[in-house]
C-alpha cells in the first residue's frame, strides 16, 4: 500500500556569516528512508523533533517533492499524481486546521461533499456512522472557531474519513489532547482500522497511542529508520530491565544486592534495576530484606517511553556499525 | 481534471459563505464598499489634476486618458474581485498552510483564489465602469462592430492579461517569503502602467510593458483601434488586434510558471 525506496529529501538553507555574506548549506531531512507497509495495517511513525517524521509524510501526501527514492502510496506517484491521490487518501495534522474556520461542521462536510464527489447515498451514511462514533451531534451547528481542541479535532479526523480513504496519514493527531479526547480518538483510529480495513499511518510522540494502537513501530532519528519491528520484540529486545522500588524504614545508603543496581536514592525510597535472567523478583526482594527493613515494595515494568529514550540517546545496535 | 460545472459549483459554495458574512452587516458592508469606491475616484482625481496644467498628455485628451483609465480600472478590478486572494499566498506558504491545499483533489491555484472572497471589492468595478461611461460620453467615438466587439474583448484579455502577470509574479514567494511587497509592486503598480498612454513613458518602460510584462496589451494598444488614435510608437497595426492572443500567452505562463514553483515548495515547520 505504501512503498518507500532509497527516498531522500533535503533543504539547501542560507545562513548568515558576516554582515551581507551568506553561505549555502545543504540540510538533509530524510537520508535514504525505505520501508513497506502492507494494506490494513496500523503502523506508528516516531522518532524525536527534526528527526524527518513530518517531512517523510508530506513526501508521502504529495506535499513535498522527494529529493532522491521512489515512492508509492495506492500505486500512485504522490508529488506527480497528487490530485488523484488525494481522492484516495485521508490526512489529519493535529497542529493545522484543515475544517473552514467560520463555518459549522455540518457545512464543512457538506463542502467537502461537493469536493472530493462523493455520492449524496454514501455521503449520509458516513455521516451517521461518524455522529455516532465520535458524538459529534451537540456541536454539529457550532462554528469551528468556536470548538474546543478536542471537539475540533474530532471534526478533522471526520472530514479525512468522509470520502472513504483507503490509508489516512495522522500527524500528530492527540497533541494537546485531555486524557478523555485522546481515549476518544485512539478509539476511532482503532475502529476505523479494524471495521473498515483502512491502513493507518501515525505519528506521534505520545507513546501511549502506539502501545494502545499499533502492531507495527518505525523509529526514525536523523532522517534514517533506526528501528523497524514489533513492539513485544522492541521490548524483549531492548526492555529487560526492571526496576524493583522498596520503602525502607530509614534512610540508608544504596543497597548493595547480587544482580542489581541502585538506579536512584530519594530518602527512604530506593530504586533498584535489574534483569530477569540475572535474579528473579522473588530472590532480589528477599536479598533487599535481609540487609535494610522493607515497610513496601513495589516492581515496574520496562516501558516504552524508556526504551524509546534510550533508542534515541544511545541508538540500536542496527543503528551503530 | 475536474470538468468546470463542478469547479464553478464548489467555487459558488466556498465563496458563498463568506458573502454571506460579509452582507450580514449591511451598513458596514455598504460604508466600506463607498469608502473602497471613493478611495478609487481620488486615485482618478490624480489624472485630472495634471491635466489643470496640460492639454494633453502625449497626445492624449483628458477623456482619451480617462477611456484608457476607466478600462484599465474595470479589468483590473474584474481580477482583482476573482483572484485577488493570491496575495494571501506569502502568509499561507510562511505558515505553512499552503500544505492543506496540497492534499485536496483540487488545482491548488484554485483553492488559493478560491480561499476568500472580498465583495467590498465590487466598489472598484463601479468605479471604474462609471470613470469609462463618462469618458465614452464625452468622446466621438465611430461605433462600428468592430469597436464594439474589440471593447469587450479588451476587457476580458485585459482581465487575463493581469492574472497571468499576477500568478506569475506570486510564484516569487515560493522562492522568497517575505515577497508580498514585490508582488504588489507589479499588481498595483500594474494598474498604474496601463491607465496611462505608453507613448509618455521613457524607453526602458515602453519595452517592458510591451515585451515584458505585456500591459501596454491591457488598454493602451486595443484603445488605439477603439479610438481610431494614431499611434505615436509607430508600432506594428497588429498588435492594436493582438490582445487576445497576448492574453492566453500571459495565462498560459503564469499557469506554467505556478505548476513549477510548487514542485518548490518547502512547507513550515517539523
Given amino acids: 500500500m505504501i512503498e518507500l525506496e532509497g527516498v531522500e529529501k533535503t533543504f539547501t538553507v542560507w545562513r548568515k556569516r558576516g554582515r551581507l555574506r551568506r553561505e549555502r548549506q545543504v540540510v538533509e531531512a530524510v537520508a535514504g528512508v525505505s520501508f513497506t507497509i502492507e494494506a490494513g495495517a496500523l503502523v506508528g511513525y516516531v522518532g524525536p523533533n527534526g528527526a524527518g517524521k513530518s517531512t517523510t509524510v508530506k513526501m508521502l501526501t504529495g506535499i513535498l517533492v522527494p529529493s532522491a527514492g521512489r515512492i508509492s502510496v495506492a500505486g500512485l506517484e504522490p508529488s506527480r499524481q497528487r490530485i488523484d491521490l488525494a481522492r484516495r487518501i485521508g490526512v489529519v495534522f493535529g497542529q493545522r486546521i484543515q475544517l473552514w474556520w467560520d463555518l459549522p461542521l455540518r457545512e464543512s462536510f457538506e463542502l467537502l461533499r461537493h469536493i472530493y464527489r462523493v455520492p449524496l447515498e454514501r455521503h ?27 471537539q475540533r479535532m474530532r471534526g478533522e479526523l471526520t472530514a479525512a474519513m468522509l470520502h472513504d480513504p483507503e490509508i489516512l496519514f495522522l500527524d500528530e493527531p492527540t497533541i494537546g489532547l485531555d486524557v478523555v479526547a485522546k481515549a476518544r480518538v485512539r478509539e476511532f483510529m482503532s475502529t476505523i482500522n479494524r471495521e473498515r480495513g483502512v491502513t493507518v499511518l501515525l505519528t506521534t510522540h505520545d507513546l501511549a497511542d502506539i502501545e494502545r494502537l499499533c502492531s507495527r513501530l518505525l523509529i526514525l532519528d536523523h532522517g534514517r529508520v533506526i528501528y523497524d519491528g514489533g513492539l513485544e520484540e522492541l521490548k524483549d529486545l531492548y526492555g529487560h530491565e526492571r526496576t524493583l522500588i522498596v520503602d525502607l524504614e530509614e534512610p540508608g545508603p544504596p543497597i548493595e544486592v547480587d544482580g542489581a543496581r541502585v538506579a536512584r536514592v530519594d530518602g527512604p525510597r530506593q530504586w533498584l534495576k535489574f534483569r530477569r535472567e540475572d535474579v528473579s523478583a522473588a530472590e532480589l526482594t528477599a536479598a533487599v530484606a535481609a540487609k535494610a527493613r522493607l515497610i513496601d515494595l513495589a516492581i515496574e515494568e520496562p516501558d516504552i517511553e524508556d526504551i524509546v529514550r534510550r533508542i534515541y540517546t544511545e541508538g540500536t545496535p542496527q543503528s551503530k556499525p | 481534471m475536474v470538468e468546470a460545472p463542478t469547479i464553478l459549483r464548489i467555487y459558488a459554495r466556498l465563496i458563498g459563505a463568506r458573502i454571506r458574512s460579509q452582507v450580514q452587516y449591511r451598513l458596514s458592508f455598504a460604508l466600506n464598499m463607498i469608502g473602497t469606491a471613493l478611495i478609487s475616484f481620488l486615485d482618478f482625481a490624480a489624472i485630472l489634476v495634471i491635466f489643470e496644467q496640460v492639454d494633453a498628455l502625449g497626445e492624449w485628451s483628458v477623456a482619451e486618458v480617462a477611456f484608457l483609465y476607466g478600462i484599465s480600472s474595470v479589468t483590473f478590478a474584474a481580477t482583482d474581485l476573482a483572484i485577488g486572494h493570491i496575495d494571501l499566498l506569502p502568509e499561507m506558504i510562511r505558515k505553512g498552510d499552503f500544505d492543506l491545499v496540497l492534499v485536496r483533489p483540487l488545482g ?4 488559493v483564489v478560491a480561499s476568500d472572497f472580498t465583495l ?8 471604474g465602469l462609471v470613470i469609462l461611461v463618462v469618458a465614452l460620453t464625452q468622446l ?30 506570486s510564484t516569487i514567494a515560493f522562492w522568497l517569503v517575505d515577497s508580498l511587497e514585490v508582488a504588489n509592486a507589479f499588481t498595483y503598480g500594474g494598474n498604474f502602467l496601463a491607465s496611462y498612454p505608453v507613448n509618455i513613458f521613457g524607453a526602458w518602460l515602453r519595452r517592458l510593458v510591451l515585451f515584458v510584462v505585456p500591459l501596454a496589451f491591457v488598454a493602451y494598444l486595443p484603445s488605439l483601434y477603439i479610438l481610431d488614435k494614431k499611434d505615436e510608437l509607430g508600432l506594428p497595426r497588429a498588435l492594436q488586434f493582438a490582445s487576445p492572443l ?24 517539523g
Fill in chain 2, 108 to 111: 491548488s491555484l484554485f483553492q
Fill in chain 1, 124 to 150: 449520509r451514511t458516513n455521516l451517521t456512522t461518524f455522529i455516532d462514533l465520535l458524538e459529534l451531534g451537540p456541536f454539529l451547528q457550532t462554528p469551528v472557531r468556536q470548538l474546543s481542541l478536542g
Fill in chain 2, 246 to 269: 497576448v492574453a492566453v500567452a500571459t495565462a498560459l505562463a503564469g499557469g506554467l510558471l505556478w505548476r513549477v514553483a510548487v514542485r518548490r515548495y518547502r512547507s513550515a515547520g
Fill in chain 2, 140 to 169: 466621438e467615438i465611430e461605433w462600428t462592430a468592430g469597436r464594439v466587439g474589440m471593447l469587450a474583448v479588451t476587457v476580458v484579455a485585459g482581465s487575463a492579461i493581469f492574472a497571468g502577470v499576477w500568478i506569475a509574479f
Fill in chain 2, 120 to 127: 467590498r471589492r465590487l466598489g472598484r468595478v463601479g468605479q
